[in-house]
């Protein structure tokens, strides 16, 4: 009963519901008696020779009514309980659903979105089959096998209820060892079924890098292995359903065979008539499908735990950022801090960012440039709040981000990633993503601050274009500048760009910045890359390597210093220069 223990607090919720479940069974428990009984005296009659047509006629009417309430009663509470049910399923995928979307990155390192998405379906489907099938199933077996069973012993003979059943206290082992076995076979059946999950998301995201690679048959053998492995994991759960019907089958024929055989000789010595014996035959029949219902129902208890517990293990997850008590809901705003001693993510020795000390004035460009692992986009997502900072601090305005809602720190700053992710929609509604309100001026007006807007009335349909999963039909530097439209529209406080230029030329590169540069006047702008022509124009420019400011200053200042920085931008415009060589020639 760990289940429903469980979720106690969902049926104090739905109490009403689960309780009219309870009376509905009740009654039908109290019913099936009375049509038993009915048919008893009818037969006992009919072998004395003093039935009359009135109660026959009698009889015939009180079983049809009985068989209408007990219809009704039924169809009553299996409404209940599948409605209240189908709220439980709701209830449970919504606050999944807001959990994975308050949770941080390490969260989804450690989680394969196959894996979630299996708890989000395959296990919140067997927690609704078992919130509503099985307590039916059970409350059936606790409230009208007990009713009936008391009914027996009552109106027919209590000695003859006790031996027919007896073989049904065998049930209890029974049910506790093919529960344990159940238990352990559906676990692994779910956990086979995640990782196949996780791997034909992984491979529908990856198809063309797979074809690209000539890849299909190996993958489509390890999707086979994995496949097999999920069949394997359910057979071995199905063989021990398997024995659930079979065993109650045979202690149910054993109870029958007990009845008929000691009642026989109960009527021989005169103790019951040949009426009792019917109807205790009729009620002994409806005992036993609460009985058979008893072991599917605990069947389901089993699998229902096993799912309840792998949704709740994630719902346990303490979401690593969160909202401090007290925190700002007020937008922030102003010039951005940076004091950081250490940072280290969660789990690694090294530290990622060490005595990093920056300070933009509001409506300045800093540019950040570096090596690869140098530690830019970990500084930006520090900026998000996707982890916490320990040893140090950020700050917007004279006020730490931590002092924020991440709400409202969020809405000041628009962040264009490296991996920019289009969502199935039209263009419009992927610039407009982040601001739905917007109108079509709007969504083209941030779409030629991003030098997209040519590009887009270029297609067939226009804003209206249909771009695919994940951007599909676009190329790289189409869904660079629509990731950057979508933050522009906005209007943010601080314009992150991660990397997020690689992808276009240099010319609409050149376009894009200098429509930055005359319509962020009083906004800060950061970016983050490897192309140093990105970030010529900034006002300061850092360089990072291994976590750690080498260089900082202009882009006049840096080129007379001489270093890195002054390196990596000859050599990148040398190789413009060769490359424009060889276009034109």
Known sequence: MEFFRDLWWFFKQEKLAYTLSIVGVAVVGLLRPVAASTVGTVVDKLAAGTVSTAELVWGGVLLLGVGVLIYGMRNLWQLALYISAAKLSRLLRERLYLHFTRQTPGFYHRHRIGDLMAHATND???????????????????????????????????????????????????????????????????????????????????????????????????????????????MATARVNALYDPTLQLLVGFCFFLALACGSWFVALGELTIGQITQFTMMLNQIIIPFLSFGYGLNLLEKGKVSYARINSLLRTDTAVADKPGAAAEIPGGDLQVQIRTFRYPGAETASLEDVQIKVRRGETLGITGKTGSGKSTLLRLLLREFELEEGVIGIGGRSIADYKLDSLRRAIGYVPQDHFL????????????????????????????????????????????????????????????????????????????????????????????GLRENRLHKTTLIATHRLSAVAHADRIIVLEEGRIKEQGTHAELLALGGWYAQIYRQQQLESLIMEGEGSA
């Open 124 to 234: 919140i489907q067997t927690v609704e089959m078992t919130a509503a099938g099985g307590f039916m199933l059970l409350s059936g077996f606790i409230i009208i096998g007990g009713l009936v069973t008391v009914s027996m012993g009552v109106l027919v003979s209590w000695k003859l209820t006790l031996i027919t059943l007896i073989p049904m206290f065998f049930l209890a082992w029974i049910n506790t060892r093919y529960g344990s076995l159940l238990n352990r076979h559906f676990r692994q059946a779910q956990e086979a079924f995640s990782t196949l999950n996780g791997k034909v998301q992984e491979n529908i995201s990856g198809i063309r890098v797979i074809k690209s690679l000539g890849l299909e048959n190996a993958e489509i053998t390890s999707f086979t292995t994995l496949s097999a492995e999920v069949l394997a994991k359910n």
């Open 423 to 514: 969502f199935s929609a039209t263009i419009a509604a992927n610039i407009a993503w982040g601001k739905p309100e917007a109108g079509g001026p709007e969504i083209r007006a941030a779409a030629k601050l991003a030098a997209i807007h040519e590009d887009i009335r270029g297609f067939p349909q226009g804003y209206e274009t249909l771009v695919g999963e994940r951007g599909v039909t676009l190329s790289g530097g189409q869904k660079q500048r629509i990731s950057i439209a979508r933050a522009l529209l906005r209007d943010p406080e601080i314009l992150i760009l991660d990397d997020c230029l690689s992808a276009v030329d240099a010319r609409t590169e050149q376009a894009l910045l200098q």
